[in-house]
């Protein structure tokens, strides 16, 4: 079994301010892991994902996450926020290899104070 | 860019009447999700199939749901009769087998079961 947690249903920063979107990931097999982002009244992008290789991907919009197998953690960062990146974002793990069922995490709701 | 397509995108119905919500995948992938999405559930992953074959519907209430995909380039979710616990927006979500980079997710259809 696999799930996420991401810790803060809501996060609020300042523009230009570091964001960090904390998740943490349970899974009995090695993991692929992915942050996805929902706008509102759309569907979910994807933002970025590990899977195997280089902890640290890099996403769109200057996003960028890392994977610590000793945290079972993979927070997602931006440097400095924008306006534009006030959004829900969602976390999601699967099992490794070609199709797994992806679960996602309850989402975080990113709010970009000007 | 490639898109998942669903219809409609907003769908108000009467208790007790059939929904069929569609989602058109992105040509050439053969793994097919449908998530519902509500405030309190957050996404909850309804089935998949690979190939048009249903590996998984444990997800949705058997007595009033049914997912199908007719041909490749069609899935199809039905809901008969509908309730207003149904009320949600439901997301259908294509990729490919051979790589779990991450899936495309289609806009969504908002239902409202009044």
């Known amino acids: 079994a696999q799930s996420v947690t991401q810790l803060g249903s809501h996060v609020s920063v300042s523009e230009g301010a570091l964001v960090l979107l904390r998740c943490n990931y349970s899974?009995?097999?090695?993991?692929?892991l992915f942050w996805y982002v929902q706008y509102p009244n759309q569907g979910l992008q994807l933002l970025l994902k590990?899977?195997?290789?280089?902890?640290l991907v890099k996403g769109i919009n200057g996003f960028e996450a890392e994977f610590k197998k000793s945290e079972t953690s993979f927070h997602l960062t931006k440097p400095s926020a924008h306006m534009s990146d006030a959004a829900e974002y969602f976390c999601?793990?699967?099992?490794?290899?070609?199709?797994?069922?992806?679960?996602f995490g309850t989402g975080t709701k990113l709010q970009v104070i000007p | 860019d490639a898109r998942v397509t669903q219809t409609p995108r907003d769908k108000v119905t009467e208790m007790g009447q059939e929904v069929t919500m569609r989602c058109q995948p992105i040509?050439?992938?053969?793994?097919v999700f449908w998530y519902r999405q509500t405030m309190k559930q957050g996404l909850e992953l309804l089935a998949y199939?690979?190939?048009?074959?249903?590996?998984?519907d444990s997800g949705m209430p058997k007595d009033r749901f049914s997912a199908e995909m007719p041909d490749a380039t069609l899935a199809t979710l039905k809901i008969q009769p509908s309730e207003p616990r149904d009320s949600a927006v439901y997301f259908c979500?294509?990729?490919?087998?051979?790589?779990?980079?991450?899936?495309?997710f289609g806009s969504g259809t908002r239902l409202t079961v009044v």
């Open positions: 199939f690979r190939n048009r074959a249903p590996l998984d």
């Open positions: 999601a793990v699967s099992g490794q290899g070609g199709y797994q069922k992806v679960t």
């Open positions: 590990y899977t195997t290789g280089a902890t």
């Open positions: 979500a294509s990729g490919r087998t051979e790589s779990n980079y991450g899936y495309t």
């Open positions: 899974s009995s097999v090695p993991p692929y």
């Open positions: 040509l050439g992938h053969n793994t």
